[in-house]
């Protein structure tokens, strides 16, 4: 393939993503034929994967301009707007709620502007005591025997004080929250985490991640989709972090 090629593929891609092939004044056609002609048409993740993992990537961020247009673009691939609110809300666990306050906002105004009503609130009817069985349980699905490892580590009197409300709360509430699969949870889960330049959780629900459905190229492929978007490095980082986790 040549650079001609790639900028032909990634101007094809422009069109279909966002309705144009106009890119920012200033970057020539490195956007166009390394990311687009290039990362968003490498075979081993579907698109909509694609668009869900750069939207968990710019939501971690959070990288408010760029965001809202693929949240436009997310729709448009057939995303459903619970599925988008439940990306923020889960990236929120990861980057801080501060930054889904900003993130979530973003989306409401992209879907006001469409006429679509914002997706109502789950309900949240379970106790305290339901959110960790319950967490506690999706972790051993999830993580197996390093469930209990690290920070994780039940009689571990320090980290102890903050991960009993992880538990509730990222694993027994937000992850049984409708609006996406456990699959996805996983990408975004991958894709978050590599933009927080965190390898060690990339290895961690990398790994995990085959537990619910995913195969090892698709959780490669949903780090080198965050490479554009967040910086190579940190993607390099986490794939380096997979490959230990993966051998």
Known sequence: MTRQDLRRQGEETLQRLFGTTQQQPGF??????????????????ALPDRMLCVIAALGTGPRLRPLRRH???????????????????????????????????????????????FPADPPEDASLEELTARGAELMRTL????????????????????YPTAIQYGYGEIWFRPGLERRQRALVAVAGFTALR???????????????????????????????????PPALNALGALSTAFA
């Open 143 to 162: 993580h197996g025997a390093r469930a209990s490892q690290g920070y994780a580590a039940p009689d571990n009197p320090t980290t102890g004080a903050l």
């Open 71 to 117: 949240i436009v673009a997310g729709l448009e691939l057939g995303l459903t707007p619970a599925s988008i609110r439940e990306i923020l809300v889960q990236c929120a666990l990861y980057a801080g709620f501060a930054a889904a306050e900003e993130t979530l906002a973003l989306a409401a105004e992209v879907f006001a502007d469409r006429g679509i009503p």
């Open 198 to 232: 965190l390898p060690e959780q990339v290895g961690k629900f990398g790994q995990s991640a085959l537990n619910v459905g995913l195969t090892k190229t698709e959780v490669i492929e949903a780090i080198i989709q965050t490479a554009p978007y967040t910086g190579f």
């Open 28 to 45: 020539a056609n490195l956007l166009t034929e390394p990311v687009f002609g290039g990362v968003w048409n490498r075979p081993g993740l």
